[in-house]
């Protein structure tokens, strides 16, 4: 079973009909000490890194169980930015601290004045749009069990105005400005900063990939 | 390097997917799930299901096609028509939207941007708006494009952005159904002004218009209907051309045969 831990603000709709599609039994626990029976977990998320506060102490103990009992956990977007630190967004939230290092808002840290000849930019009208949205080309940096199988130049849909650093965690990076971690892997806990659930096949093969591992 | 985004429209009347010209004169053209289906074969970005009557005839959008459509398919789904509140975008969020798009009713109610962007996010809320050239401006077209306003276009979608909405859909009247090209100018200008992503809409008719849209126009989406719906392995042929044109798109894995010569009809 497929604990999706709902924190009132992430639509969980979209990660839970993509699970149907695979066939992965799902639950959304109302209590803490369901996610024991747990064998996997999702933190899904959208919106702003605040949110996670919804999420007490009592949630955090439980999760440190279900880690702790060597079963897998994905980060989905804020849910991944959670598993850090903490973000530059609510500096007074701290995250889960299972992977080092700090969120920060997306800056444009490409050359101010680009050779013509570099190529096109991410820039529209000589700016960068904050937030990022649409697909980006997800370029795996190390080998791992999450991204296994996707394509070379795989693209993902990314919606979101923060970021996470790229560190040792870091399976995957992507470009936007400056370079950050789009998918991050310690042990069996996962995250990646775009949606797999709104990423067409490639999202579905990383679903399909934790599910592997989770069940 | 972000791709530029093809997305399609569904326009849906009573269930089945419609296209008009200048929003009159509808044709049937298909079943909006099997479309949506076909679509991400071909390798669409996302989709906007638009329930086109809704404000007219006081509808809210249909649940039921977005569940169909949101069953098949694992993209961006946007549905806009007939969101007037703050319960009708919960319907269709719950029913499978990733966003709802408000026209009409962001313009009369303002509020409802930010109470829908702290409720679900910004990601979730695209600002909708119809423009039209008159006395030198772009005037906002409220009603499915049949009511006038006193509104800018530029003015409210900067507006609308600071309220925070995430996206803007901006869709030039003049051009929408003429298949004569996208009004670059309208979509540059208010590319220009607002921070966020704008998908330009209305004037699709050849590959190269989309070009010209994203060069000129500055838009970071660009949104058609009615060419996706009669000709297959348009959106891979017209990802393709893109390409040739050093404009970034996400290309897929098997899709489109090579068979469209740009002029989509």
Known sequence: ?215 | MLSKRIIACLDVRDGAVVKGINFEGLRHAGDPAELATRYNREGIDEVVILDITATIEQRKALADTIQAVAREIFLPLCVGGGIRGEEHAEAAIEAGADKVGINTAALSHPTLITTLAKRYGSQAVIVAIDAKREDGRFKIYVRSGQQGTERDAVEWAQEAADRGAGEILLTSIDQDGTKAGFDCELTAAVSSAVPIPVIASGGAGTFDHFVDVFTTGQADAALAASIFHYSEHAVADLKTHLRTNGIPVRITEGSGNGASDGNLL
């Open chain 1, 1 to 215: 079973m497929i604990a999706l831990i709902d924190y009132g603000a992430g639509n969980l709709t979209s990660v839970r009909k993509a699970l149907a599609h695979l066939d992965a039994p799902t639950t959304t626990p109302t209590a803490p000490a369901d996610l024991d029976s747990a064998d996997g977990l999702i933190v899904p998320g959208v919106g702003n890194f605040e949110v996670t506060a919804a999420l007490g102490v009592d949630w955090r103990s439980a999760i440190e169980r279900h880690i702790a009992r060597q079963r897998p956990l994905l980060g989905i977007c804020v849910g991944m930015q959670w598993l850090f630190d903490g973000s530059t967004e609510a500096p007074g939230h701290p995250g889960l601290q299972m992977m080092r290092g700090t969120c920060t808002v997306i800056t444009d840290k490409e050359d101010a004045t680009p050779a013509v000849s570099s190529g096109p930019s991410d820039r529209v009208g000589g700016r960068l749009k904050v937030p990022h949205v649409g697909w980006n080309t997800l370029r795996a940096t190390k080998p791992s069990w999450l991204l296994d199988g996707i394509p070379e130049r795989g693209q993902v849909y990314f919606t979101h105005s923060f970021a996470a650093p790229v560190t040792d965690d870091c399976v995957g990076a992507t470009r936007y400005g400056m370079e950050f971690a789009a998918a991050v892997e310690r042990g069996l806990v996962g995250g990646v900063q775009f949606h797999p659930e709104k990423s067409s096949d490639v999202g579905l093969r990383i679903l399909r990939n934790f599910l592997r591992k989770a069940l």
